[in-house]
């Protein structure tokens, strides 16, 4: 009887099989021989781990987690569903080492569904476990994992229904695999970009039910009105990828420049200018991811374009009320503004190199009138004068 008891807690445990360590979240405990000492792998899935929380709306919950292990690189990828003996589910993954392997981001995502969805309860011997569409896991994958989508830009409407059906490129042609998971990525992407699609996804997965255990997963989220998805997914299909992302420090003036051209370009897509934008189909929309755009740009600009980012962030907000003749005059104020910036920016460069390289240690007077503060008359008030008056009486 000691016997049995012992072996059932050494299978209700992970420590059996060598895992411990969880993550952050606690969604995924990690195979201590596998892991030790290999941080790449295992910090990309805790960054993923908490960009699924994030993305999806979801709780991480008490569920047990995703029984993570790692193979060679260019290993296949395994996930399995078992029942733990006592009660409970467990979910198994294998992952190639290699952080960056196409398989990573589609598996990953899977097992973490499947905890959502299994949560605590075991499920029944012989049952099946449901089948996620593809577009879900590689598009949900690509975008916890903050993968590129620039492969998805295209000035064409294609139908979301013929996507939907459109089988998986083959691993070979891998320049067909991004683009498909660029597009995938940005399908999810709009659907869970409001509360509403959200509620509608987790719905949408579910919780086990042993007394239903064949479990069909619908292949289309049933709270996504299709026609709506439609035109957000060819909306961010033709706005081209953006790589925003900077570093948390003020930027240089000539950097911030030249991300500002970039942002104002693009944001025009293609047109000579916002009035264009603001008045065709989707410019509301476009106008927003500009403004996006511009917003984080100005809280890493260089102080000395702060006035030309603000002015653009005002001009963009208010392009849809203005005519367009006003538009385009202030589109040409801020080429102009841009233009002595750069120039003012350049000269800033080359007198602090030419600073550097000279090793100067005189001061060039140019800044003196700023270290003498100038002489300030004391102003009294009628009371400051009665009181000298007393004070100059005498007490």
């Known amino acids: 009887m000691a016997l049995r ?9 992970g420590t059996l ?14 195979s201590v021989s596998d892991f030790r000492g290999s941080v790449a792998l295992r910090r990309t899935v805790e960054e993923a781990e908490k960009s699924f929380f994030q993305t999806t709306g979801l709780i991480p919950g008490d569920a047990p987690p995703v029984y993570l292990a790692s193979r060679e690189k260019g290993s296949p ?19 190639p080492k290699d952080p960056e392997d196409p398989q990573v981001p589609q598996f990953l995502t899977t097992a973490l569904l499947l905890r959502q969805y299994y949560g605590k309860i075991a499920p029944v011997p012989g049952s099946g476990v449901p089948q996620y569409p593809r577009w879900m896991t590689r598009g949900l994958g690509a975008l916890i994992f903050h993968c590129s989508v620039a492969e998805a830009a295209t000035s064409a409407n294609p139908e979301l ?44 997965i579910g919780s086990y039910d042993p007394s239903v255990p064949s479990h069909h997963q619908p292949a289309w989220v049933e709270g996504w009105d299709m026609r709506t998805l439609e035109r957000r997914w060819n909306l961010g299909l033709q706005t081209p990828g953006h790589d925003d992302q900077m570093p948390g420090m003020i930027q240089s003036a000539p950097s911030t420049l030249k991300a500002f051209h970039t ?9 000579d200018s916002l009035a264009d934008v603001a008045r065709e189909r989707g410019g509301e929309y476009r106008l927003q991811t500009l403004t996006e755009r511009l917003t984080a740009l ?57 600073c550097e390289a000279t090793k100067v240690t005189t001061r060039s007077g140019l800044f003196d009138a700023y270290l003498s503060a100038p002489a300030s008359s004391q102003a009294k008030g009628p009371v400051g004068r009665h ?7 005498g007490w």
Do not use: C, H
Not at 173 to 183: F, K, S
Not at 263 to 271: A, D, S, T, V
Not at 305 to 317: A, C, F, G, Q, Y
Not at 337 to 349: D, P, T, V, W
């Open 161 to 204: 229904e013929a996507f939907l059906t459109e089988r998986v490129p083959e691993p070979e042609n891998a320049a067909l695999v991004r683009r498909y998971d660029a597009m995938a990525s940005v399908l999810v992407r709009s659907g869970l970009s409001d509360n509403a699609g959200k509620k509608a996804f987790r719905e949408w």
């Open 263 to 271: 942002i104002m370009e693009e944001g025009r897509f293609g047109k």
């Open 298 to 354: 100005r809280l890493q600009a260089n102080p000395l374009t702060i006035p030309l980012v603000e002015r653009s962030m005002k001009l963009v907000v208010n392009a849809k009320r203005m005519s367009p003749k006003k538009v385009r005059q202030e589109e040409d104020q801020l080429r102009q503004e841009y233009l002595l910036l750069g120039k003012q920016s350049r000269a800033i460069e080359d007198y602090l190199d030419w």
């Open 77 to 95: 990828a395994s996930l399995s569903v078992n029942a733990i003996e006592g009660g409970g589910p467990q979910i198994r993954l294998v992952l």
């Open 17 to 30: 099989f060598g895992f411990d360590g969880s993550s952050p979240q606690g969604a995924v405990t990690y």
């Open 387 to 393: 009181l000298d008056a007393v004070e100059a009486r």
């Open 5 to 13: 008891l012992l072996l059932l807690w050494m299978l209700g445990g």
